[in-house]
């Protein structure tokens, strides 16, 4: 599905907000240069500092400005609530994907990182990539939760939405 060279540009910002003629020159030139996809909202777009509007701008901002180049959301949150809305902000945008980590200041269990996952899966029409960066996250994923995060990835997006 995404291949080749994905580049993660940072989110320039002061203490007025977030300087979107920077972000956007960032964006155009990534997608001028030729790379496959564009990763926003990632560890190096500082995405723990914004807020949900602001984010919603950035998804909106990214996939203006991309040149038909893939964009692919990150929508980590402390809260499962700003998760989703950062998820249905970044399909409104028109994401070709979503980046998630699972972010807490307490250690997370298994089984409460596959529910943030499951929950995360049954409200995406796109993609999710799973953030996998204990440096970053202090969560290690194992081979298990992975398995259980995509076979319940496959079965959200195989649901019949009819209900047939």
Known sequence: MFTGLSA???TPMNEQGIQENAFIRSVEHLAGAGVDSIGVLGSTGSYAYLSCKERARIARLSVENAGGVPVILGIGALRT???LANAESAQ???ASGVLLAPV?????TDDEVFDLYA?????L???LCVYD???T???TFSDELHGRIAHSAAGAFNQDPTGG
């Open 133 to 135: 960066n204990p440096g």
């Open 92 to 94: 409104q945008a028109g």
């Open 104 to 108: 807490s200041y307490q250690n997370l």
């Open 119 to 123: 929950t995360v899966c049954h409200s």
């Open 81 to 83: 609530r700003d998760v």
């Open 137 to 139: 996250t202090h969560f």
């Open 8 to 10: 993660f540009p940072l």
């Open 125 to 127: 029409s796109v993609p």
